[in-house]
C-alpha cells in the first residue's frame, strides 16, 4: 500500500463525510439529523461534514422504509459511494417499515436493497443518538 492510499484512510476515519438519502419517510428523522448540524449538537465539530454528492461520501444515512420508487435509487446510490463506506439506517423505518409495513408500496426495511452497518432506533431518534451510531 503506497503512501497515498494510507494518506487517504487516515483521512477518512478523521473526517466522516456524510450522505443524507430520505427513502421515503415522514421527514421526522430528517429533521433530526438537520439538529445534528445545528450548533448545539455540531456534528463539525467531530470532522463530519454533510455532502451533496454520494461520490464524496463516506457514511450514507437512510431515513424512511424502502418504497417501491426508492429501491432502485438506494442501490444505485450505495454502488456511487466509494470504499471504505458505512451505511447508518436512522429511525425505525429502514430498519422494519414501520407505520407504513403492510403499505403495498412499501417493501420493508432498507436492509432489503444494502448492507447496513449501524441501525439507531427511534422514531424520530434524538440527535444525540444519532451522533453516537
Same mark, same amino acid.
Given at each position: 500500500?503506497?503512501?497515498?492510499?494510507?494518506?487517504?484512510?487516515?483521512?477518512?476515519?478523521?473526517?466522516?463525510?456524510?450522505?443524507?438519502?430520505?427513502?421515503?419517510?415522514?421527514?421526522?428523522?430528517?429533521?433530526?439529523?438537520?439538529?445534528?448540524?445545528?450548533?448545539?449538537?455540531?456534528?463539525?465539530?467531530? #470532522?463530519?461534514?454533510?455532502? =451533496? *454528492? &454520494?461520490?464524496?461520501?463516506?457514511?450514507? %444515512?437512510?431515513?424512511? !422504509?424502502?418504497?417501491?420508487?426508492?429501491?432502485?435509487?438506494?442501490?444505485?446510490?450505495?454502488?456511487?459511494?466509494?470504499?471504505?463506506?458505512?451505511?447508518?439506517?436512522?429511525?425505525?423505518?429502514?430498519?422494519? #417499515?414501520?407505520?407504513?409495513? =403492510? *403499505? &403495498?408500496?412499501?417493501?420493508?426495511?432498507? %436492509?432489503?436493497?444494502? !448492507?447496513?452497518?449501524?441501525?439507531?432506533?427511534?422514531?424520530?431518534?434524538?440527535?444525540?443518538?444519532?451522533?453516537?451510531?
Amino acid at each position: 500500500m503506497n503512501i497515498f492510499t494510507r494518506l487517504i484512510r487516515f483521512a477518512r476515519k478523521r473526517s466522516p463525510w456524510v450522505y443524507v438519502l430520505n427513502a421515503g419517510s415522514c421527514i421526522g428523522c430528517d429533521i433530526e439529523i438537520g439538529a445534528c448540524l445545528s450548533p448545539r449538537y455540531d456534528i463539525e465539530h467531530i #470532522g463530519g461534514l454533510r455532502q =451533496g *454528492s &454520494p461520490k464524496h461520501a463516506d457514511i450514507l %444515512l437512510i431515513t424512511g !422504509p424502502l418504497t417501491l420508487r426508492s429501491a432502485e435509487a438506494v442501490r444505485s446510490i450505495y454502488a456511487q459511494i466509494p470504499e471504505p463506506k458505512a451505511v447508518v439506517a436512522i429511525g425505525s423505518c429502514p430498519a422494519t #417499515g414501520n407505520v407504513f409495513a =403492510g *403499505s &403495498p408500496t412499501v417493501e420493508g426495511g432498507v %436492509l432489503d436493497a444494502v !448492507p447496513v452497518d449501524v441501525f439507531v432506533p427511534g422514531c424520530p431518534p434524538r440527535p444525540q443518538a444519532i451522533l453516537q451510531g
